[in-house]
């Protein structure tokens, strides 16, 4: 340890946050040492945090795919890429007759005329008929000319050809609001009975995230996260509620746990948007600091610091750490707070 400071500081400046002081360093027992700079910094106090920061890609999980009931030709289509479907919504036209979207838990499976044999799907005809203001008589399984006179009087009022003929495709079964994924359909485009024609996806957005083994190590589901949209800049709470135990191999990336973010408050992002997601894993408010480069091992292997004192002699001071932040580190026991430690010593 420098005991003795032989002369005076002839430099004293503040360069990048660091204070640099040019002196002449000598020892009783030893020979005369040339010229040094001693660089120090202060001793501050600010909020430290240990983050993980994950790069993920907004998405939407699928509810299911919506197929064509019918073969035909698409005329019109009325809906767009992440637009939400609300019952009585027309989804697109099939050789110009309207797909409309009512709510149910039964599809139409079969063209509904006045020579259908009875079936179930025909009360429900007549009820989503009634409930629409057309009267279609009593409610039942056989279809009667009240019923096609019912069923021509809404087609005429919904756009439809008023042939008194219902077609498959022409209402649109399934639980209503939903959100479309993925539209890959052109107008004049022709599609087969049983063709995909768009994924259905859930409302909510979600985050998909890929982690490294290191990254894997420290985290668990249950852990809250901040989602920030880098383009906007625009946050959001979430939370992990997924990570995979078994590695995948992505490319060059190697190893990559895949995982699942939720978001708890509304995010301005589409599909496909890529987010940057923090995870605080510890934060010390007020921590007690110092540059990283100030903490050294003695050689009995307690960390340690090394201060200027107020009469311009340096000292060993032992020190407990606590979390590491970048280039700082906390100091949980050791020093005061108006303490200058030495961050480097070289010669000048």
Known sequence: MIKKIFGTIVVLAIIGGAIYAIVVLTEDDEPIVDEQVIVVDEVERRTLQDIVVLRGDVDRDERFTLFSAVAGRITAISIEEEEQISEGDIIMEVDGRPMLAVSGTIPYWRVLDSRSPDGPDIELLEQFLLDEGHDPGIVDQNFTGRSRTALRDWQESRGYPDDGVLRPSDLVVADWPATIGSID??????????????VLVEDELSV??????????????????TVEVPATGETAPGRIIELADTAVIEGQSGERYRG??????????????????????????????????????????????RILTRDGTLARVPVTTGLTEGALVEIVEGLDGDEQVVVEVRTG
């Open 260 to 305: 699942e973010v939720e978001l708890l408050r509304g995010l301005d992002a589409v599909a496909g948007t890529a987010v940057r997601i923090e995870v605080v894993l510890e934060e010390v408010v007020d921590a007690l600091v110092v540059p990283v480069a100030a903490v050294s091992l003695s050689g009995d292997g307690q960390e340690e610091v």
């Open 208 to 225: 998909s995230v890929s982690v490294d083994p290191t990254d894997r190590s420290r985290l668990e589901p249950g852990l809250p996260a």
């Open 185 to 198: 359909l052109q107008v004049g485009q022709f599609v087969a009975a049983g063709a995909p024609l768009f």
